[in-house]
């Protein structure tokens, strides 16, 4: 029997108030389950590029069940926009959902319970990635689609410049970069940025942090547990000492500093190539790519930073053939194949990984043909995750708080005791019931 988590909290919870916006596409059929054996129009919301095609190859093999893909924005406004046309009963059937989203939506009743629908995909998946769509429950609420292991990215031919070996521990990454700036004090191994909060989250994901879990009928939030802890007193020393800078990513200065060998290293994600190729455009096959350091030698895990999955909503009056296009997406070989080359995404499925456009190393790393077969690799070892339902304030304090001590280098703590006493409150003010 699943015990859907907005069932679980359902009656001490009121609904996160993420403001309205104006519904600009139509809700779900009209008709119900009764009539899934006849012709089903199925909407799809999603934001990433071309998926309008992918769906076109679907509706050739299924004119019973015709996809329509609606283009919308990413983020926290397609949240909002889910929410608010859930109350209003018009929600499409399907949704391009991030992992983080899916608690925020999960209980304000937006997203439906597919296990049964959709369970026997499970093993096509990493552990950890599955894991988050289930919330630590039996429920599933999506099926993943694109996923962002994390990764370390490293100029290979300033590390033999200076003699610097790549670091297998995170010990050993904070003595590369003070190395690294005894040789050369223009240059640092990489910068902590604070304007992205997902970098952060993935590196304490890796170290096994449980942000939001939940105890019985009440959600506990524990942003500032010891795996997080140790991952912030890590970085704000480096950053407290000028071992690494403390300089946002993203910006023309950082892009500069990638391009110009000031930065000579980076803690990313798979989709990091696509990045450095605008950034740093003259670099081109002089980065190599290796697991993220660990935090005790011999240990094998990493983070996730980004990712996507396909949920249908409560909404939607054709569940089963709602599921049935999700496991296709995001488990079919022709449409995989088609997500990455149309939509450019890093699937989350297990097989596909190293096959079709990804049998070959991105252009960029051209020097480094195994590519895709170690990201594979690492992409098998993600840890689990546990989201809430307002990441979105936590992401917002991160910025502000950490944002604010990286600038004056001052150290991490205080900074990680500010998020988790916002993140609580804003639990508490939405009519949450918070564990102590």
Not at 107 to 116: F, G, T, V
Not at 182 to 197: E, G, I, V, W, Y
Not at 312 to 324: G, N
Not at 372 to 395: C, D, K, L, R, S
Request: hydrophobic share 40%; glycine share 8%.
């Amino acid at each position: 029997m699943h015990h859907p988590l907005n069932r679980r909290i359902a009656a001490t919870v009121t609904a996160v108030a993420l403001g309205a916006t104006a519904l600009t596409a139509c809700g779900a059929s009209d008709s119900d389950d009764a009539a899934e054996s006849g012709p089903v129009s199925l909407t799809y919301w999603a934001w990433a590029p071309g998926m309008d095609k992918v769906a076109d190859l679907w509706n050739k093999k299924n004119p019973d069940i015709k996809v329509t893909v609606q283009k919308q924005a990413s983020g926290d406004d397609l949240v909002t926009k889910i929410i608010t046309a859930s109350k209003a009963k018009q929600a499409p059937d399907l949704v391009q959902a991030e992992y983080q989203a899916l608690p925020t939506l999960v209980s304000n009743d937006a997203l439906a319970d597919i296990a049964d629908e959709v369970g026997d995909a499970e093993d096509e998946f990493a552990p950890g990635v599955w894991q988050q769509t289930t919330l630590g429950t039996d429920a599933v609420y999506a099926v993943p689609q694109d996923s962002g292991p994390m990764m370390f990215f490293y100029r290979e031919d300033l590390f033999e410049q200076y003699g610097l070996d790549v670091p297998e521990t995170w010990e050993e990454f904070g003595d590369t970069a003070r190395a690294l700036k005894k040789q050369a004090p223009d240059r640092s191994l990489t910068t902590f940025s604070a304007n992205d909060s997902g970098l952060f989250a993935g590196l304490a994901q890796q170290a096994g942090a449980k942000w939001w879990t939940i105890d019985g009928d009440k959600w506990k939030v524990d942003i500032n547990d010891e795996p997080t802890a140790k991952v912030a007193e890590f970085w704000g020393g480096l950053v407290e000492e000028g071992a690494v800078d403390n300089q946002p990513m993203y910006t023309p200065a950082w892009n500069k500093a990638l391009n110009t060998g000031k930065q000579i290293a980076w803690v990313s994600a798979v989709w990091a190539p696509g990045t450095l190729t605008t950034a740093a455009p003259d670099t081109k096959g002089k980065w190599a790519m290796a697991p993220l350091p660990q935090w005790s030698k011999g240990d094998n895990a990493t983070g996730s930073w980004g990712g996507s999955t396909t949920a249908v909503t409560t909404d939607s009056r054709h569940k089963a053939a709602a599921a049935k296009f999700a496991t296709w997406l995001n488990t079919d070989p022709e449409a995989l194949a088609a997500l990455v080359k149309e939509s450019g995404i890093y699937p989350a499925a297990t097989a596909a990984q190293t096959s079709g456009a990804l049998a070959q190393a991105p252009a960029f790393f051209s020097n480094q043909p195994e590519f895709y077969t170690q990201a594979a690799e690492i992409a098998h070892t993600t840890a689990p995750a546990a989201w809430g339902p307002n990441v979105n304030v936590a992401y917002s304090a991160f910025k502000n708080k950490f944002g604010q001590a990286a600038k004056k280098k001052s150290g991490f703590g205080t900074a990680l005791t500010g998020v988790q006493e916002a993140t609580v409150a804003d639990l508490k003010k939405q009519g949450f019931e918070v564990a102590p």
